[in-house]
């Protein structure tokens, strides 16, 4: 499994901040709000917005632009699926809470770095949450899994799927799998996958207990 | 007839009614009669655009979309000298943001790797010339279910197109550089091999039921949605389940087992259809 390091406070200008290191990954997370937008229509929940960039030197490989693009596209779509059922919206009437991740390196899969942090930023930033979101990526390689995959177990990967749940509630956030697999292959993968998130959680929780233990949150 | 402008139905669910029908869903009864794994009809019309290589019009009870073949010659990527490639471009009558969604999911489901001989079949020249297919996509009335009847088109579409029998001709010289000519009949075909592309089921989760080929108003409802992709051998490509609630594990299970399940049925049934024509 690959090593987890993750720390909050370090962009003192935002409201809640985070970064992860994660297979290989590291990803930063800062939140900003709530915002109010005037043009905004009325709604009695609020808003998550989810913005992505990635470092120009975050891939070991060029890239075309559209290429990022879509992959950061994806990416924050992804992180709102994963953290929407998770944050109370309904005690935000009107407002939205800005999201920004920043993937300074793409190692093994990012997708789950990056939920992880928005989470412990979110929580950082004392946002109204049902549960701490925990997530992680198993990747199948026919006769194998292995969960948090480095960057070069990824490469060999038939199949990755990805869990965000929430440990606490014992709820499953989002599940995406990528690749051929059989079903009972990918139901198992989600599996372990869901215990990958516990031991995802457990960390991130202690992160954050030591931090109010220093009285830093 | 000729098509009319495109039309958005966007579904105005008012919180009563959407109680209404996730209670009627729990109870096994759906606003239009069906049950809660019956699908609508569906008609295929296959000639609607003469000039692309292959083309499906699909009319799933109110939603109508329509995918276009269009091959153009290219280069394999670096990482995969030996296949080509199958790219998506979905416009339309629905907002930028589900078009988009729209458009990630299913080039998700034809990406390296997920498609099976199908894209090694593009390959004109190893690390030098591929074809690359454009599925130009339109989703002329959205009600539910765009995705599956985009999915279910494109793979019609695919199963019909002719892609020029071509080979590498004459590897360019040095004092020419540039990419290869390519030498054959243009007037000569070939099918592509489908059975490797995946085509995507999505059930909903609504009041506690399962529930297939959700419309408009029901989609507005479900608490949660699992879409799966699956070829001929029942092979899953690609899954997502995202929802407005959190599930517990073992209605995610249920959901994920349900939807793998459809989807290899509705495949089979899919598959019927093509080996008929």
Known sequence: MAAVHADVGVITAAVGSAVIELGGSRVLCAIYGPNVDSRQEFSGRGQLQCDVQYATFARRRHCEPAAIAEAQAEVAADVLAALTPAVRLEDYPKTSWAINIFVVQEGGAVLPAAINAASLALAHASVHMRGLVGASAVISTGDDMQVHPTEEAAGTALATVIVATMPALGQTCLVRSAGRASPVQVLDAVAAARKGCGDIHAHLRKVLLARAADGQL | ?277
């Not at chain 2, 699908?39 to 329509?66: M, Q, S």
């Not at chain 2, 790797?113 to 339109?138: K, M, P, R, T, Y």
């Open chain 2, 1 to 277: 007839s000729a098509p009319g402008p495109a039309v958005a139905r966007i579904a105005m669910v008012a919180a009563a009614e959407a109680a209404y029908i996730r209670e009627a869903c729990e109870r096994g009864v759906r606003r239009d009669g069906r049950a809660c794994a019956e699908y609508r009809r569906c008609r295929f019309a296959e000639d609607t655009a003469p000039n692309a290589a292959g083309c499906c019009e699909l009319h799933l009870g109110d939603t109508i979309v329509a995918v276009a073949v269009v091959p153009e010659l290219s280069a394999p990527a670096p990482d995969r000298p030996r296949e080509g490639r199958f790219l998506v471009h979905v416009d339309g009558a629905a907002p930028g943001t589900e078009l988009m969604r729209l458009e990630r999911a299913l080039q998700c489901t034809l990406a390296p790797g997920a498609c099976g001989v199908a894209a090694e079949q593009l390959l004109i020249a190893e690390g030098a010339q591929c074809w690359d297919i454009h599925l130009a996509a339109h989703v002329r009335q959205a009600d539910g279910s765009a995705l599956d009847a985009l999915s279910t088109a494109a793979l019609v579409a695919l199963a019909g197109a002719s892609i020029p029998k071509v080979g590498p001709g004459a590897p360019a010289s040095d004092k020419e550089p540039g990419p290869a000519d390519v030498e054959g009949d243009l007037s000569e075909a070939t099918q592509l091999r489908v059975g490797g592309i995946p085509s995507v089921t999505t059930l909903a989760l609504i009041g506690g039921a399962l529930v297939a080929d959700c419309d408009g108003a029901e989609e507005h409802c479900a608490a949660a949605t699992a879409s799966v992709a699956c070829d001929d051998s029942g092979d899953v490509c690609a899954i997502l389940a995202v929802g407005t609630e959190a599930l517990d594990a073992e209605t995610s299970d249920r959901l994920l087992r349900a939807a793998c399940k459809a989807a290899a049925s509705r495949r089979a049934a899919l598959l019927a259809y093509l080996q008929s024509q």
